[in-house]
C-alpha cells in the first residue's frame, strides 16, 4: 500500500532560524498533500497544503515545496517562533478521503 | 462547542467492557472519519463514512464498530479491546469529498483511551 516517510522525527532550531521537514510518498498517483500541525494536548490542524499541479506555495512564513519526479515534498518555516513548537504531520492523498500520513515531526524551538 | 466535538475527552476501560465514543460534527460537513493515534506512529484511518454510507474500513479488528446514524454523528463502539489498542481516537470531519476538491479536515479533541 501507498506509504509516506517523513524526516527528522524530533527537529531543534535556534528562535529565528528556518525549519525544514521532509516527507516522501510511494504512490506517483498522489496528488494532494496537506501539512497538519498539532500543538501539544490539542488537535491537529490543517495549516497548509499543495496540489501536484504546483511546484510551490507560501503562507507568510511558511511553505511548501513539492517535487513530483522524486516523489517529495518539503515544509519550509522562516523566522521560528516559540509558538513554531509542535508536532507536524505531512501526508498524501490521491483520492478526497483518504490521507496517507506520515509519523510525525516534534519542532522545538529554543530560545 | 463549535467545530467538531467528542466525548469523553478520557476512558479507562477493562478489557471485558463495552462502552463508546462519540462524535458531533457543526460544521455541516457530510464525511466523518475515525483515527487512531499512538506516540510516535502515523495517524491511522479507521473508518470512512460519507453521507451515512461507510466508504473505507481500513482492516479493523471487529473489537471496534463504527455507526453513523447521520451525517452529523458518529459512534465508535468498543468491546472485548486490548491492551494495545490504548491510544487518542481522533474524529474528523471534512466537506463532501466528491462535489468539492476542498480536502481539509477538521479534528475533534480526542478521546485518551486506557485499556487495562
Known amino acids: 500500500g501507498e506509504n509516506v516517510e517523513q524526516h527528522p522525527s524530533t527537529l531543534s532550531v535556534q528562535e529565528g532560524d528556518s525549519a525544514v521537514i521532509k516527507c516522501t510518498y510511494s504512490d506517483s498517483a498522489s496528488n494532494y498533500f496537506p501539512w497538519y500541525k498539532q500543538e501539544l494536548g490539542k488537535r491537529p490542524q490543517l495549516i497548509i497544503d499543495?496540489?501536484?499541479n504546483v511546484g510551490e506555495k507560501k503562507d507568510q512564513r511558511i511553505a511548501v515545496t513539492l517535487n513530483k519526479t522524486a516523489k517529495h515534498f518539503s515544509l519550509h518555516i522562516t523566522e521560528t517562533q516559540p509558538e513554531d513548537s509542535a508536532v507536524y504531520f505531512c501526508a498524501a492523498s490521491k483520492s478526497n478521503y483518504q490521507l496517507i500520513w506520515g509519523a510525525g515531526t516534534k519542532l522545538i524551538i529554543k530560545p | 462547542e463549535t467545530g467538531v466535538t467528542q466525548t469523553p475527552r478520557h476512558l479507562v476501560m477493562g478489557m471485558t467492557n463495552k462502552k463508546s465514543l462519540k462524535c458531533e460534527q457543526h460544521l455541516g460537513h457530510n464525511a466523518m472519519y475515525w483515527y487512531k493515534q499512538s506516540a510516535k506512529k502515523p495517524l491511522e484511518l479507521m473508518f470512512v463514512y460519507n453521507f451515512k454510507e461507510q466508504t473505507e474500513n481500513n482492516s479493523v479488528p471487529s473489537r471496534f464498530s463504527p455507526e453513523c446514524p447521520n451525517s452529523s454523528h458518529l459512534f465508535l463502539h468498543l468491546h472485548t479491546l486490548q491492551p494495545e489498542d490504548s491510544a487518542l481516537y481522533l474524529c474528523?470531519?471534512?466537506?463532501?469529498?466528491?462535489?468539492?476538491?476542498?480536502?481539509?479536515?477538521?479534528f475533534g479533541p480526542g478521546t485518551r483511551l486506557t485499556v487495562l
Open positions: 499543495i496540489r501536484s
Open positions: 474528523a470531519s471534512s466537506q463532501d469529498p466528491l462535489a468539492t476538491s476542498y480536502n481539509e479536515q477538521f
